[in-house]
């Protein structure tokens, strides 16, 4: 058998990649961890102190794509705390 391991768009290597299922076998899955890995890049370069219209510039999307990601960051985190709350309590 001659396989080589070329990897992904996401990833150079099969069999180093550090997500847990392939995504080529997902469907979506690339688009959705491209989407999940730009949210991450927004986020940080929000929380770097950018405003949201330079953010929107830079990834080429719209203010309201930015206010979105930013709200359902938000509330993560909010659910975050009320589940640590809860535990702790």
Same mark, same amino acid.
């Given at each position: 058998?001659?396989? /080589? ?6 990833? $150079? ?7 847990? *299922? ?8 690339? !688009?959705?961890?491209?989407? /999940? ?8 370069? *929000?929380?770097?102190?950018? $405003?949201? *219209?330079?953010?929107? /510039?830079?990834?080429?999307? $719209?203010? *309201?794509?930015? !206010?979105?990601?930013? /709200? ?10 009320? $589940? ?6």
């Amino acid at each position: 058998m001659n396989w /080589k391991d070329t990897g992904c768009g996401l990833h $150079s290597l099969c069999l180093e990649c550090p997500f847990p *299922r392939c995504l080529e076998e997902k469907p979506r899955g690339k !688009q959705q961890a491209r989407l /999940k890995l730009r949210a991450l890049a927004m986020r940080n370069m *929000r929380h770097s102190g950018n $405003s949201v *219209r330079d953010v929107a /510039k830079a990834f080429g999307v $719209s203010i *309201r794509t930015v !206010q979105r990601e930013m /709200k359902r960051r938000r509330a993560l985190f909010k659910m975050a705390l009320m $589940s640590v709350n809860h535990i702790t309590y």
